[in-house]
């Protein structure tokens, strides 16, 4: 049921810190983690519009975003920041424009099958989470 591919082992360590005291803990932190990436993300459209080559600054936001993705376990869209950050590495301005659609895409693509997954968890109730293999 969770989105395959798109979220590593760090997600399913969020999961597993719910309990009946706190049962949407992950998807509480997934709707911070969207609103807090969403903010990042505007900051590095508005870094490579203000400041043309400053691949520093752009790498700084990125590290910024990757560390988010990784905390809760956004694998395709830390791999896209990672390539981001290459191409900085680089001073590839091309490579990072093209990287940050790439960025901006996965991001939109999580964002809607967490939706879904969080709204099937639902819908299924307390019996839904409670049954949820460990580790999957």
Not at 66 to 84: D, H, L, M, Q
Not at 96 to 111: D, M, N, P
Request: proline residues 4%; aromatic residues 10%.
């Amino acid at each position: 049921m969770r989105p395959k591919g798109y979220l590593d082992e760090q997600f399913c360590q969020v999961e597993d810190l719910q309990d009946e005291a706190n049962p949407k803990f992950a998807e509480e932190v997934v709707f911070l983690f969207f609103k807090d990436s969403a903010r990042v993300m505007l900051n590095i459209e508005q870094a490579i519009e203000k400041y043309p080559k400053d691949f520093a600054r752009w790498d700084g936001h990125m590290h910024q975003l990757k560390g988010s993705c990784s905390s809760i376990g956004a694998s395709r869209v830390k791999n896209e920041c990672t390539s981001f950050r290459n191409f900085c590495g680089e001073e590839n301005a091309e490579g990072c424009t093209r990287s940050f659609q790439k960025v901006k895409r996965e991001h939109t693509i999580l964002r809607q099958k967490l939706g879904s997954y969080f709204q099937l968890l639902r819908q299924a109730g307390p019996a839904g989470i409670a049954t949820r293999p460990a580790g999957k």
